[in-house]
């Protein structure tokens, strides 16, 4: 049976990211469910200070840019493995699911004062349980002539201008009807929505690459969950999916440019192995985690 790596990898890339958890085979959606919980929300921190420089630096950054929407994100909070000891056994993964925002996200995350809002823990959900964490998403496209498809960031974006990622964004709480915590909590529809949610998380990665590479969503594979990466810096976590597109790289190419979200890329290249390679150090860490991941998945394949 596939054990899951869960521990940070040991390689030169090691400051860049962590490894939260991986299946190189790929999970289906019927492999992974979510529970969505306000116990998996953010922490408040002690320091009054730190945490008031929550508002201060969100009141900055609208100053800065009025056109910065405060929306609602899935809070990363952990995971559950269920794997039986039978080799025949479907492996299954429960990630757990709280609320954030993109205020606390800036406030938090993206706060130049950020490591003082980790905990000392060898624990990643407690070392990180007063910062926002969003969970973002990524996925690596693979064409039916074997490129992936890699896009060079925009230079006015808020997060790593001019870097190269694979397409991606986040599930959204409001595709599943979520805006807070006050909702009918009865069994029937708590399960109703952790399976809403479960299936936003692949519904979501498919309308992130639609949107910003042009693909019809006809042409996409159903995507296959590979892991979990958080990259060191801000400690941002992104789930990534890999995902076979039937199209060609010049049909992508030609594609590209009327795509939904285009203003958010300069670029869209389609490269080797040996490119991506080459490239991949000039990526965010997260992206660069979700790399190895692809790497455990190719290496698994040619085993």
């Given at each position: ?67 910065l929407f405060n929306g609602t994100k899935f809070r990363y909070g952990g995971y559950v493995l269920h794997s039986g000891g039978d080799s025949n056994q479907e492996q299954h993964v429960c990630l757990h699911l709280g609320l954030t925002d993109y205020r606390t996200f800036v406030g938090t995350n993206l706060n ?192």
């Open positions: 049976m596939e054990k899951p790596i869960t521990k940070p990898v040991d390689d030169e890339d090691r400051i860049a990211y962590r490894l939260l958890l991986s299946y190189p085979s790929g999970l289906s959606p019927s492999q992974v469910s979510v529970v969505f919980d306000e116990v998996y929300d953010r922490i408040p921190h002690q320091d009054i200070n730190l945490e008031n420089s929550i508002s201060e630096i969100w009141d900055w950054r609208v100053q800065q840019n009025a056109s130049p004062l950020w490591e003082r809002f980790l905990d000392p823990s060898e624990d990643d959900c407690r070392q990180c349980q007063r910062t926002s964490s969003p969970l973002g998403n990524g996925a690596v496209v693979e064409t039916s002539d074997k490129r992936i498809l890699v896009l060079q960031r925009s230079y006015n974006v808020g997060e790593f201008p001019g870097h190269y990622v694979f397409p991606g964004g986040h599930p959204e709480p409001q595709e599943v009807g979520i805006v807070s915590h006050h909702y009918d909590k009865d069994e029937n529809n708590m399960d109703l929505i952790n399976r809403n949610i479960s299936r936003e998380m692949f519904d979501s990665i498919i309308r992130e690459v639609v949107e910003e590479i042009g693909v019809p969503a006809a042409s996409l594979c159903d995507p296959v969950f590979i892991g979990i990466s958080r990259r060191i810096l801000n400690v941002r976590p992104a789930a990534f999916f890999f995902i076979k597109c039937s199209l060609q790289s010049n049909e992508i190419q030609q594609l590209y440019s009327g795509a939904q979200d285009g203003y958010e890329s300069t670029q869209l290249y389609t490269v080797s192995m040996s490119d991506l390679e080459n490239i991949a150090s000039k990526m965010p860490g997260c992206h660069q985690g979700g790399f190895a991941l692809y790497k455990l998945m190719v290496e698994m394949k040619d085993m």
